[in-house]
């Protein structure tokens, strides 16, 4: 009987010290999972740029429904721009020679750097605009 003990017991150790690292991995794996930090703001600057030219809070052409993708250039003011989007991100807006911005020169001063820090998004779309296709450029600054 004790020499059966005796015999078991090794591999009874090596299994639990195989299941012991088994567990330990897990634990690391799910601890790296659970502790990573997820990067959102290129999707939050990607829904607030569609907000601009689907809403009709924003600039979305509206009469009896509303027109996404098409620009009311009465409804494309810095004024609207403010109230149509609440953030502390820096905003930037340009359609043929008119550009708004919720802050235009804080923009400019810090685009290039953001460009070296990665924390700006930007996008160019053609919009309908008096029934013309238009480029549309827009950015966000992201406010980290």
């Known amino acids: 009987m004790s020499s059966d003990l005796g015999e ?14 088994m567990v330990a991995a897990v ?8 502790n990573q930090e997820i990067k959102v703001g290129n999707f939050e600057s990607d829904l607030m740029m ?6 009709s809070d924003c600039f979305a052409l509206e009469d009896l429904r ?3 993708g098409t620009i009311d250039m009465n409804k494309f003011t810095e004024e609207r721009l ?17 550009e708004i911005s919720n802050d235009i020169k804080s923009y400019k001063d810090q685009l290039n750097l953001c460009k070296l820090e990665k924390n700006c998004y930007s ?3 053609y ?5 013309k296709l238009k480029l549309l450029e827009m950015g966000v600054i992201l406010d980290e």
């Open 82 to 98: 403010k109230n149509c989007i609440s953030t502390d991100n820096l905003i930037y807006a340009k359609i043929g020679d008119k």
């Open 27 to 34: 634990v690391a794996v799910l601890h790296l999972a659970v």
């Open 50 to 55: 569609k907000r601009l030219f689907y809403s």
């Open 123 to 125: 996008e160019k779309k």
């Open 66 to 68: 509303v027109y996404p």
């Open 127 to 131: 919009v309908l605009v008096e029934n």
């Open 8 to 21: 078991k017991l090794p591999y009874q150790v090596l299994i639990l010290v195989v299941l012991g690292i």
